[in-house]
Structures are given as structure tokens and as C-alpha cells.
């Protein structure tokens, strides 16, 4: 499947950085990403004009929870929150059927020559006339009826919540619990052949229960909630959601029992199914889009509505798409929409640039045509401080719209209620104006065991071109700089010190693009580091006195460092282990440092004192005096 991709193309002779850059569009999860009125979009990113969606109704409720069909074609919705019915004529007449005193109507069944409606929160089943008069027809005491479906008799099942029940309902109303689950609802029932199957909220489990009585899990999805269910040759379909809207799962069991997810939807939820020539439409929110899943688990966006919720679809002479947050209905049919459109997001270019050719691949049939406009700007948001839309391109026209960071471009698709034109990938090429690199910080180190200065370097550039750098250092009281490296690759370089003399050093980096610009063209952008000191001369030791007093032996004196801090001092006596020597302020601090120690018990004779001092660039020097002990 191809992607969003920038491909780059090395070109000449341009004030501009030589690398021109191309957004393309050309897979499905790049379409989805657009703003979508009436077109459809395969898996394979081929963009076409959708089936007509035409709205049919608005209940002026939030939601249409549910709809079914009787015999003469006509349809009924059922609402919430006020507890109505609408029905929809099959000329398209729409007229208030029933008005329960009951907050939401969850689902419905039309078993001649009466309508069922199951409600929520009382959990009554109520039976309706011909003429819109209903009258209660068997309470369940659940507080929901979440589908009702007819069994293979006169009768009804239906799926209760909250203790998660399945009922039997004869044609008398007499009610025969079939099944209690574990969980607390029991959401989606369906019958195929000999078994009845039934799906959960709690836990995502799926039962199959055959002969009213032999229950049993079949699968458990992984999310908790399955709001959607079909069966179809053997196959059930399973819509899935997390109660946290971390996931929403299409899965597939087959008639031997395997199972597994053939689709993890990009929307927060899968809320309905039905079959529609063939296959599988999957309604979803929170984006009110409806999907076409075949066997092989290939997806297509068919079309999107304007409400945020597709609740319930129903098949009948068409497909009847009902919604919430609005509560409105409408109907997907056979012939296409004349035309369709698309409006990509705002694509960053990730610095000011020039646009290049547009150019598109499209199929074009007869009576079918596509046109792309674009329009750009400096801000993420697009807002009034964008370009207006350009005038309709021909394709491989030069873009019209003013340089900018950001660029959209929309597309309208024309065709005909039987032809539309295939649209297959949009490009646009862009060329960022060059910026010149910037050294952020320079860091340097001391290694003292290895006598070097650790240089490191961080760099940014706003093109995000490869970059080279030339490394030079001089003394501090020098005016001219001296080179190290030239077109150097890394951000880290070794310098080695003990190769200086004495002295107090900078660090100059010059970050370069050349390796993506030409030579009279390319921008260096530059830092120098702070001073650092090169110090290569040990310390002095200077013994000053050594006295004994009877077997114990007392030595003063001190260290010296023309440039560097004395880091550490120590003795030996008779060349036996250093010991540690503090300074007479207890703190190594300074480059000059006095010390005063005795060492008790020395025996009669001669014996050798060395003392050692160490600055911190890790240079020591020694000095030594011979005693004689009495």
C-alpha cells in the first residue's frame, strides 16, 4: 500500500536549497486524514464519489437508536430522549407514529401487524397498532430491552440489561428466562439455523445458545463493549469497543469456531451493521462514517454523514443510516452523488517555501472531470491571514498560492449518478527556502588520564540538510585562527592538549550545508566555545624544613602551579605507600597550597621523604629529602 512519503529529487541552478521535496498523497490512511464530503476511498487510496447519502428526516432528538421495516416498505425509527416514533413512508413522507411515555426507545421489530418497541429505563416491551396506539405488552423488570429480534415461532427474544438476561416472550406475552449472562447487559442478538447468539458489554463475550438451552462462550473480544452483530453464511461479525475508546475491533468467527480481528477501526467506536450488496457496512463514531468490510478484511470508506454517531443501519429498498448528536435520519442509495470533495489538512513544509507543479493521477470516465485548488500560509490553523483558494489547476500547472510554511489543497470529484472519476494520487513539490545552520552549545571536557579535551557539539538546521564542519582553535591573545579539521562529518572531535603549549585556548565551529547546496550558495552558521586553559607544566614542590624531633619527624613546605588548581598532595617514606597530605586549609582550592605533617615512630638512620603534588590537568611533579633520625 503506498504512504505519505517525501521523496527528493536533486536539482540545479536555483537560489534556493537544491533539494526539492514532494508531499504526495496516495494511500488510504492519507485520504481518511482529509476533510470528506460524499466520496469514497478503497483500500487501496483510490478516491471516488460516494453512493448519495440524502437526509430524510431529523427527529429534533439526540438519538435514533434503532429502525425497522414492515412489509409495504415503510420504516420506524425509534428516538430518545422524549420516546418517539417516527415513520417513513416509502415516498419519503415523514410523520410522528408514537409517542411513548418512556425517555428512550432502544430497539424494534415488526412482527404483522404490530410494531415492538423495547425501552429503557423501564425495560417494557410495548405493542403498537397499525395506527400508532400502543399499550404494554410484557415488562421484563430490567431496566433496558437492548434488541428484540423474532424467534423461529409467533414469539420474541430479547437482550435485557442491568443482570444481563435473555428472554423468550410468546405471542401472549408470556416471558421465559433463556439465559443470565455474567455480565451486566446483554447488548446484540441474532439468530442463524438452529442457534441463537447473543453478545455482551462487561466483558465482550459472545454465546451461542442452542435449543433455549445449552449456552456457551464462543469467543471474548478483547475490548469489553460489542455494540454491533450480524450473521451471514455461517459467519458472525463482531463490532467491538473499549469502554475508554482506546480501541474499536471488526472481528470475524467462522463457522467452525476460529476467530480472529480483521479490522481495528481508526474511529472511537463500531455502533451498527448490515449487509449491502454484498458486504458488510460498519457504522462508527465519532466522525459519523460508514464503512464496507469484504471477506478478506479490505476496507473502504464508502461515505461519511454529518452527524457524529451512525447508531443503526438498516437494509431495505436501500440502506436507512440513523444517528446521534443530531438524531436524524437518512438513506444511502445505489446511484452515486453527483459530486464529492476533499480538503486535505495543512501540510508543513517546515520552513518558508516555493511551490512547484501540481500534478494528480486520475481515471477519468465519460461525463467525469477533477479539479484541485490549493491556498497556503504561515500559521498551523488556517485562518483569515491564508491565501484565498487558487483558481480550478490543469495538471502539472504551476501552483498560484504565495510562499509559505503551510499549503492545503481541495479537491472536487464531478461525475454522474452512474460514473465517477477515480482519483489515485495528488503532488505537490515544494522547495524550502535555505536557513543557515546554528551551533547551539559547545561543550568541552577534560579527559586527564588521556590528555585530551573532549569537544562536543550540538546543531540544528532548519532545512534539516546534512551538514559539515570546519574546527578551528587559537590562543586567546591571538587574532588569527588556526585550522584543526575542514568538512569534518561528526559533532564530537579529540583534541590533544599535551601537544599545546601553556595557555588559554578557544574553540571556533562553523556548521555548514554544503553537502545539499552548491558551493556558492551554501550557508555556515558559527560559535565560538568558551576560553579553556591548556596546562602541560607540573606544580613545584618546595620542602621547606625537616625536622626530627626524637623518633618523630616534622616536615613543612608547599606546591606551586603557574596555571592550574593543586588537586591532590601525598608522601612516602622510604619508598613505601603514598599517604594521603592534606593542605593547611584542609581544601584543595588554589594554585598554591602549604602543608605541614608529622610522621611518629621513625626508627635511628637515614630515610628517604618524597613528596607529590598533582594539579587538575593531571600534571605532578616530586621532591625528596633525606633524614637522619637520631
Not at 490512511?29 to 440524502?54: N, T
Not at 603557574?562 to 601525598?570: G, K, M, N, Q, T
Request: aromatic share 10%; with cysteine.
Amino acid at each position: 500500500m503506498r504512504s505519505l512519503t517525501l521523496s527528493f529529487l536533486l536539482v540545479t541552478g536555483l537560489a534556493h536549497p537544491t533539494v526539492t521535496r514532494f508531499w504526495v498523497t496516495g494511500a488510504q490512511e492519507d485520504f481518511l486524514k482529509c476533510e470528506i464530503q460524499d466520496v469514497m476511498v478503497s483500500a487501496e487510496g483510490l478516491v471516488s464519489i460516494a453512493p448519495k447519502l440524502g437526509l430524510i428526516a431529523d427527529s429534533e432528538q439526540k438519538f435514533v437508536w434503532c429502525a425497522a421495516s414492515d412489509p409495504k416498505g415503510n420504516i420506524y425509527v425509534g428516538t430518545g430522549d422524549e420516546g418517539r416514533i417516527l415513520k417513513i413512508t416509502r415516498s419519503g413522507q415523514t410523520e410522528l407514529f408514537c409517542d411513548l411515555d418512556e425517555p428512550e426507545v432502544l430497539s424494534l421489530v415488526f412482527r404483522h401487524p404490530y410494531l415492538y418497541a423495547g425501552v429503557g429505563p423501564t425495560g417494557t416491551v410495548y405493542r403498537i397498532g397499525v395506527r400508532g396506539e400502543a399499550e404494554r405488552f410484557c415488562v421484563t423488570e430490567e431496566k433496558y430491552v437492548w434488541d428484540i429480534i423474532p424467534d423461529s415461532k409467533s414469539g420474541f427474544y430479547v437482550a435485557t440489561g442491568e443482570k444481563g438476561r435473555i428472554y423468550r416472550i410468546s405471542d401472549k406475552a408470556k416471558m421465559e428466562l433463556i439465559y443470565e449472562s455474567v455480565d451486566p447487559h446483554v447488548t446484540r442478538l441474532r439468530r442463524h439455523e438452529k442457534s441463537l447468539y447473543a453478545t455482551t458489554s462487561g466483558s465482550g463475550l459472545v454465546y451461542e445458545i442452542v435449543d433455549d438451552r445449552r449456552a456457551r462462550v464462543i469467543y471474548q473480544t478483547e475490548e469489553e463493549e460489542i455494540l454491533a452483530l450480524e450473521a451471514s453464511d455461517g459467519i458472525l461479525w463482531i463490532g467491538a469497543n473499549s469502554k475508554g475508546s482506546e480501541s474499536s475491533s471488526v472481528y470475524r468467527i467462522n463457522p467452525e469456531g476460529t476467530a480472529r480481528k480483521i479490522w481495528s477501526c481508526p474511529d472511537s467506536a463500531v455502533y451498527s451493521f448490515t449487509f449491502w450488496n454484498g458486504k458488510l457496512l460498519v457504522g462508527t463514531g465519532n466522525d459519523g462514517r460508514i464503512y464496507h468490510l469484504d471477506t478478506n478484511g479490505d476496507v473502504t470508506l464508502l461515505t461519511k454523514c454529518d452527524d457524529s454517531a451512525v447508531l443503526s443501519l438498516l437494509e431495505s429498498n436501500g440502506v436507512w443510516v440513523c444517528t446521534g448528536n443530531l438524531g436524524r435520519v437518512y438513506r444511502l442509495e445505489d446511484a452515486l452523488s453527483e459530486e464529492g470533495s476533499l480538503i486535505s489538512e495543512a501540510f508543513d513544509s517546515e520552513g518558508l517555501s516555493a511551490w512547484g507543479e501540481i500534478s494528480w493521477k486520475a481515471e477519468l470516465r465519460s461525463g467525469t472531470k477533477v479539479e484541485l485548488y490549493t491556498r497556503s500560509g504561515n500559521s498551523e490553523e488556517v485562518d483569515d491571514t491564508w491565501s484565498d483558494w487558487s483558481q480550478a489547476y490543469s495538471d502539472r500547472e504551476k501552483i498560484e498560492s504565495p510562499d509559505a510554511r503551510f499549503i492545503q489543497w481541495r479537491v472536487v470529484l464531478m461525475g454522474t449518478t452512474r460514473a465517477s472519476p477515480v482519483l489515485k494520487e495528488i503532488r505537490i513539490p515544494y522547495l524550502q527556502r535555505n536557513m543557515a545552520p546554528r551551533i547551539d552549545k559547545i561543550v568541552i571536557e577534560d579527559d586527564i588520564e588521556a590528555k585530551v579535551k573532549r569537544i562536543n557539539w550540538e546543531v540544528s538546521d532548519p532545512n534539516g540538510d546534512s551538514l559539515l564542519y570546519d574546527i578551528c582553535f587559537k590562543a586567546e591573545e591571538e587574532e588569527k585562527w588556526m585550522y584543526l579539521e575542514k568538512d569534518f562529518a561528526l559533532t564530537a572531535y579529540e583534541l590533544k592538549a599535551i601537544l599545546l603549549p601553556d595557555g588559554i585556548y578557544l574553540i571556533r565551529i562553523s556548521a555548514k550545508d554544503s553537502p545539499e547546496n552548491p558551493q556558492n550558495l551554501f550557508l555556515t552558521g558559527t560559535k565560538v566555545s568558551q576560553s579553556f586553559r591548556v596546562d602541560n607544566t607540573p606544580p613545584k614542590v618546595i620542602i621547606r624544613s625537616a625536622n626530627n624531633e626524637g623518633s618523630t619527624l616534622k616536615v613543612e613546605g608547599s606546591t606551586v602551579d603557574e596555571a592550574s588548581p593543586i588537586r591532590s598532595c601525598e608522601y612516602s617514606l622510604d619508598a613505601g605507600e603514598w599517604k594521603y597530605l592534606a593542605p593547611e586549609d584542609a581544601i584543595f582550592d588554589s594554585v598554591e597550597e602549604n602543608f605541614s605533617f608529622s610522621i611518629e615512630g621513625i626508627p635511628e638512620g637515614k630515610h628517604l621523604v618524597v613528596i607529590r603534588a598533582e594539579d587538575d590537568q593531571g600534571n605532578s611533579s616530586m621532591a625528596k629529602t633525606v633524614v637522619r633520625m637520631p
